[in-house]
Nanobody, 114 residues
Framework: DVQLQASGGGLVQAGGSLGLSCVAS????????IGWLRQAPGKEREGVSYISSSDGSTYYKDSVKGRFTISRDNARKTVYLQMNNLKPEDTGVYYC???????WGQGTLVTVSS
């Protein structure tokens, strides 16, 4: 079974940092792009950042550019999201997301207080 297990969320003050991790299993991790969705309270899920499998190219939602950094370790089947200078609007549940299969695992809650 495909599993995407995210961790690393928590409560942080505005301007602070958090690092998320997602361990994948059940598929050939290094053959697929991978990334992060988030769902803010009362809103739909939205793509935040992705990293390709082929050349490591990345995508960031405009509102997180310059603050978030995505990376992957294929040997560990893990994708990371380093989030700096967090803002209250970054609050939400963050899900590890396989965009090709449109599959996401259990999320991790990030709460940024003002």
């Amino acid at each position: 079974d495909v599993q995407l297990q995210a961790s690393g969320g928590g409560l942080v003050q505005a301007g602070g940092s958090l690092g998320l991790s997602c361990v994948a299993s059940g598929f050939t991790f290094d053959g697929y792009s991978i990334g992060w969705l988030r769902q803010a309270p009362g809103k739909e899920r939205e793509g935040v950042s992705y990293i390709s499998s082929s050349d490591g190219s990345t995508y960031y939602k405009d509102s997180v550019k310059g603050r978030f950094t995505i990376s992957r370790d294929n040997a560990r089947k893990t994708v990371y999201l380093q989030m700096n200078n967090l803002k209250p609007e970054d609050t939400g549940v963050y899900y590890c997301h396989d965009p090709d299969a449109n599959y996401w695992g259990q999320g991790t809650l990030v709460t940024v207080s003002s």
